[in-house]
Nanobody
């Protein structure tokens, strides 16, 4: 089992920045992918970004490319999502997710482990 705990959400004005953190514990290994998803009210959960733990390669949704950066800290077993130039449409609950192996997926059902979510609200 892998436990994921997110932090760092909050309220920010449009154009501002936030950094989310996701600390992983439990039966982690060197071969897994961690990702961020988000879900706005009345909408389906959507993929935001992913990072492969083995080589730090990353993948982004087009909607956040150039504004968001996913990164990791091996020593802390933590993944981060730096969000810049935030827009009101970025408002959502952000979830951290993890799956074993080396492949990215943008489908939530492909991820076995989930955090509890953290609210991000961007005001206009």
């Amino acid at each position: 089992q892998v436990q994921l705990v997110e932090s760092g959400g909050g309220l920010v004005q449009a154009g501002g920045s936030l950094r989310l953190s996701c600390a992983a514990s439990g039966r982690t290994s060197s071969s897994y992918v961690m990702a961020w998803f988000r879900q706005a009210p009345g909408k389906e959960r959507e993929f935001v970004a992913a990072i492969r733990w083995s080589d730090s390669s990353t993948y982004y949704a087009d909607s956040v490319k150039g504004r968001f950066t996913i990164s990791r800290d091996n020593a802390k077993n933590t993944v981060y999502l730096q969000m810049n130039s935030l827009k009101p449409e970025d408002t959502a609950v952000y979830y951290c997710a993890a799956r074993g192996g080396n492949y990215y997926y943008i489908t939530p059902s492909r991820y076995a482990y989930w955090g509890q979510g953290t609210q991000v609200t961007v005001s206009s």
